[in-house]
Every structure is written in structure tokens, then in C-alpha cells.
């Protein structure tokens, strides 16, 4: 087989897609994308200064999840996150209150038909036509861009299914079949339209508060570039 013969075609990765009873990752079928090529120094040169709302957590490992509600938050360009993402010091600027030994920061849940609104031509580097989704690229997708760390808390999205491309660093995932739904003490509080989060900290669990989330059988995930 040649190097840029994909392992399924369209309509065969869709099939998959909309049967699947647990977690799979895809190799190989997004190797020709432009996207694969969006990393932050990239990014940033296509943004121009333009800013973006980051989240920021505390590094240190809690028994209770960081939601949203507890976060700090700053306007940003990719720029000044890059910088302080090396780990420079920044002694003025959006991320000067945070050190970067003890926070992480995440631009998480942008649109990128939002964000990229005066640069269209970028939506058709994401090409879901190959998952058997024609007409489906960059604009109907969200760009996710974190430092080491960053992390959403445990949560069930009510809609659909997700498909996510990684396109620099690694990201793991913590997934649960839909059974083990009580045991991860699901809550609407912190209030999310169309989410349904964990009280437990997924990561750090708090067994003596949650003794129930010792029933769950948890699909841990690590996506490389160029995986679905």
C-alpha cells in the first residue's frame, strides 16, 4: 500500500464513526491535511496580534475538578502565550501575574470560523470529507491550544460525537463507557447548556467522597500528532 493510501475510505470512516461502542483512535487518515502544519508559532503569524481569552488553572493536583467557575482569565495573544509558555519570566503583560512553574493556560472551545473570520481560506486545511462528512472543514471546528497541564474537567457533551485531530504535543483523554455514569456523580452545577460534568476529579480521585467512582472502568487515551 502507498504511503498516502488511507486505511478507510469516507464512507467506510463515517460507517465506524457512527457505530462505534467505545473510543478508537485513527492513524493515517489525516497525514495530507494542511492543518497538520497549525502549530501555535503558525497560528500566531496568521492571527496578527489578534487576542484570544485563555483559561487558567493551578498546576497542583486537587481532589476537586478545576471547573471553568474557579478559573482565572486573561486576553492574550499566541505570541505573549508562547513566551511565557517557554518559561521566560513576564514581567508585564496578560500572563505576568501567573508564573508558569505553577499555572496552566488554555485557549480552549475557539471557533475557528470566529477567530479566523477575516482568513477563510484556513478552513479548508481541516478536511472531515474524509471521515465521510462533505462540506465539513475548519469552519465547523473548535481549536483547543493549552500549555502542559491544561485540562477540562470530566464531563459528557449531550450532542453527537466528537472527532478530534491532534496537531502538536500529545493530549490524554479519561473516557467512560456511558454505564458508568453514576458512578461519576454527574452534576449540571457549574451550569454548561449542552454539558453534564463529574463532581469527581477524574485524575485525583476523592474516594472516600466518591466511593462509587472505584466501579469505573476508565479508557485512558494519549493522541500523537496526526491522530483522530
Known sequence: ?????????????????????????????????????????????????????????????????????????????????????????????????????RYWAYADYKYVARIFEDKPEIFQDVRWSDFGFPGRSGKESTLWIGSEGANTPCHLDSYGCNLVLQVQGRKRWHLFPPGDTSFLYPTRIPYEESSIFSKVNVANPDLKRFPEFRNTTAHVVTLSPGQV
Not at 504511503?3 to 467505545?22: C, I, N, R, W, Y
Not at 483559561?55 to 493536583?61: A, D, E, H, S
Not at 505570541?79 to 514581567?91: A, K
Request: charged content about 20%; hydrophobic content about 40%; glycine content about 6%.
Open 1 to 101: 500500500i502507498g504511503e498516502d493510501v488511507k486505511p478507510f475510505t469516507p464512507g467506510k470512516a463515517k460507517e465506524l464513526v457512527m457505530s462505534l461502542q467505545q473510543p478508537a483512535v485513527f492513524c493515517n487518515m489525516a497525514g495530507d491535511w494542511p492543518a497538520l502544519h497549525w502549530n501555535a508559532k503558525y497560528l500566531s503569524a496568521v492571527l496578527d496580534g489578534r487576542t484570544i481569552q485563555f483559561r487558567l488553572g493551578l498546576k497542583t493536583v486537587d481532589l476537586v475538578p478545576q471547573f471553568e467557575t474557579r478559573c482565572s482569565y486573561v486576553e492574550a495573544t499566541l505570541e505573549e502565550f508562547l513566551v511565557w509558555s517557554s518559561g521566560q519570566p513576564c514581567l508585564s503583560g496578560p500572563f505576568s501575574c501567573y508564573e508558569y512553574s
